[in-house]
């Protein structure tokens, strides 16, 4: 943080910042790096970082691609034609859905850097956004950077969150500008069929707002494909949809997404882009067109990796005393905070049980209002790990119980 100088206003008196809430998550980092720093061995299920290596043949591309002179200066803020036809090329393959690539594509520095920019094109101050909550953050603090008004709508499952859009629709004076969908869910992990874009498609177009769908997960579930929102038909006219390399190759540090989908609000990204940067660093675009066209194989075993440490963590913190529910998809679990924790809150749940079980979590608060009681766990470490991890939480939980009872 830049100090200010004497007779300056703090940082926290800048507009947009004042629109930010305080960062929930920073009290526990910080106490993560405080543990970290006296030797403690913290089992870190807090960050959704993938630990997987990038598959060897998109490094191997990107170190050719690096050797040639002419890839190392400024690239184009709409991505290389290449890659934006290889993002065409997995739409249909995946999907069934045809995309140009001139004009229904824009290459992003991750999905990330796309819904925010976005935002920032589309928004107008005091526009009503409707938001999932829980969600990822970004969904409402993109907008809200942008001058909007968010109205969180519960949103622990596919389902409760199509009703809450209708509910909320029905009481309004007037519709949002945009709708913001995410499934497979950060956090929940709960997917969305077809039926809830057919309906979210029409109810857009019956009242007139925007549809915005983060499909950063797409390629990790454990049940059902997720499908994409462009495989209801006219969904082009009033959607926009983000996607991601990070989870699906091991790709997080890469910055390498899509946002794809009605060629106005394209247009409208690639505007707003091309004042703010000059796309990806070009031998990683390059590489990013390995990824979607070389073998997938890679993503069968890493979705295969999740599974299972998804099953070992909901089988062992079980035998731990710490039921959880087994998500549909993504690269987490949203797991209640256990009965004789919940008056603690996440947040204080999350610090004592760093502390004293040298496990990592996210509190779920951090994700909306409707996040509080729960916790938010990724799939990042190894299955040794995880087993370590629900032996130290078993640990946990009977020298409180212990001591509860002394104190009876």
């Known amino acids: 943080m830049i100090e200010p100088l004497p007779g300056e206003k703090k940082y926290e008196e800048f507009f947009r910042i004042k629109r930010l809430p305080p960062y929930v998550f920073e009290s526990v980092n910080t106490l993560k790096a405080e543990l970290r720093k006296d030797g403690a061995d913290i089992i870190d299920f807090g960050f959704g970082n993938p630990d997987m290596p990038t598959p060897r043949h998109i490094i191997d591309k990107l170190i050719e691609t690096v050797q040639k002179p002419k890839t190392t200066g400024y690239s184009v803020s709409r991505g290389i034609l290449g890659l934006r036809q290889s993002c065409a090329r997995y739409y249909k393959r995946r999907f069934g859905v045809d995309l140009d690539p001139a004009d229904e594509i824009v290459a992003t520095i991750g999905s990330k850097e796309g819904f925010a920019n976005l935002a920032q094109a589309i928004t107008a101050p005091g526009d009503i956004i409707y938001a999932p909550d829980p969600s990822y953050p ?94 209801v038909e006219g969904a082009k006219d009033v959607a926009v949809e983000t996607i991601s390399l990070s989870k699906t190759y091991s790709m997080a540090g890469w910055r390498m997404g899509f946002a794809v989908g009605s060629k106005r609000l394209i247009a409208a990204l690639a505007r707003v882009k091309s004042y703010l940067d000059y796309g990806a660093f070009t031998p990683i675009q390059v590489a990013a067109c390995a990824a979607l066209d070389g073998p997938q194989d890679c993503v069968e075993m890493a979705r295969a990796v999740y599974r299972s440490r998804r099953d070992v963590m909901i089988e062992s913190f079980a035998r731990a005393g710490w039921n959880m529910p087994s998500p549909d998809g993504s690269m987490f679990i949203w797991a209640p905070i256990p009965e004789p924790f919940r008056h603690l809150g996440s947040v204080d749940f999350a610090k004592l049980l760093m502390r004293e079980a040298d496990v990592a979590v996210s509190p779920g608060v951090g994700f909306g209002a409707n996040g509080e009681g729960y916790v938010r766990l990724g799939l990042v470490e190894n299955e040794q790990r995880i087993r370590q991890a629900s032996r130290n939480i078993k640990a946990f939980f009977m020298r409180h119980a212990a001591s509860d009872a002394k104190s009876v």
């Open 138 to 231: 970004l969904h409402a603090y993109g907008f809200i950077i942008a001058g909007a008004t968010i109205q969180g709508i519960a949103a622990l499952s596919a389902n409760e969150y199509l009703a809450g859009v209708k509910a909320a629709l029905a009481a309004a004076d007037k519709p949002p500008m945009a709708v913001v969908v995410c499934f497979p869910s950060n956090p929940t992990g709960y997917i969305a069929d077809l039926s809830f874009y057919e309906e979210i498609v029409a109810l857009a177009k019956q009242h007139d707002f925007i549809v915005l769908s983060d499909l950063a997960y797409s390629e990790i579930y454990f049940t059902a494909e997720p499908p994409s929102i462009f495989q």
